[in-house]
């Protein structure tokens, strides 16, 4: 059972258009949520995230939506890039005991292409 | 060196081998973690220590055997695997917080990964 879904494989975008990545995850006990970026030959990396608390946090070209009674994430990344062509990864973690650590459930990953 | 370093970057062994997988970390974290990333599948957590002491085995088979002897390093002892094995093994790093979840306490720092092949 699948608790966190990135139901699209890949997404090919203009340079300087918009990109959407899409998350959807069941557990409603997640309450904090990231997004990990991944390179050919290189570890996932951390790129933006956001409570429960929340319903938007932004980071320069990237936003990340939570739309928590749909239990719905979206990343836009404005304007893309050709550098950001990459695995996106969706996560998700839920607090235990009033500590939080890093067990994180991943989606299974959107290849974004940004064509020049 | 900066950063998450694992070693070996690739590997290969037969299903009766024993190797081990490495990582260290030179962040001053003080919690790891090991995750498996097969083909086609999302990243899975398999083990997690908080200042060397193992708070998390997520299932994994016996097969796979954690080691952390200091907040710093941190190994994946290999033994008897099976051709399903074969995946990309990650390292990560954080630090270990309590309270509130706005805190960053869930941003890893991953290693490049070693990729294992077992024949």
């Known amino acids: 059972d699948q608790q966190v879904k990135q139901n699209s494989p890949s997404l090919s975008v203009q340079e300087g258009r918009i990109s959407i990545l899409n998350c959807d995850y069941t557990n409603s006990m997640f309450d904090y949520f990231l997004w990990y970026k991944k390179y050919p030959a290189e570890g996932p990396t951390f790129l933006i995230s956001i409570s429960s608390i929340k319903d938007k946090n932004e980071d320069g070209r990237f936003t990340v939506f939570l739309n928590k009674s749909a239990k719905h994430l979206s990343l836009h990344i404005v304007p893309s890039q050709p550098g950001d062509s990459a695995v996106y990864f969706c996560a998700a973690s839920a607090r235990a005991g009033g500590t939080s650590y890093g067990k994180l459930t991943f989606g299974q990953g959107t290849i974004l292409t940004v064509h020049p | 060196e900066t950063g998450v370093t694992q070693t070996p970057r690739h590997l290969v062994m037969g299903m009766t081998n024993k190797k081990s997988l490495k990582c260290e970390q030179h962040?001053?974290?003080?919690?790891m973690y090991w995750y498996k990333q097969s083909a086609k599948k999302p990243l899975e957590l398999m083990f997690v220590?908080?200042?060397?002491?193992?708070?998390e085995n997520n299932s994994v088979p016996s097969r796979f055997s954690p080691e952390c002897p200091n907040s710093s390093h941190l190994f994946l002892h290999l033994h008897t695997l099976q051709p399903e094995d074969s995946a990309l093994y990650l390292c990560?790093?954080?630090?270990?917080?309590?309270?509130?979840?706005?805190?960053?306490?869930?941003?890893?720092?991953f290693g490049a990964g070693s990729r294992l092949t077992v024949l």
């Open positions: 962040l001053g974290h003080n919690a």
């Open positions: 990560a790093s954080s630090q270990f917080f309590s309270g509130s979840p706005s805190s960053g306490a869930n941003v890893l720092t």
């Open positions: 220590y908080n200042f060397k002491e193992q708070t």
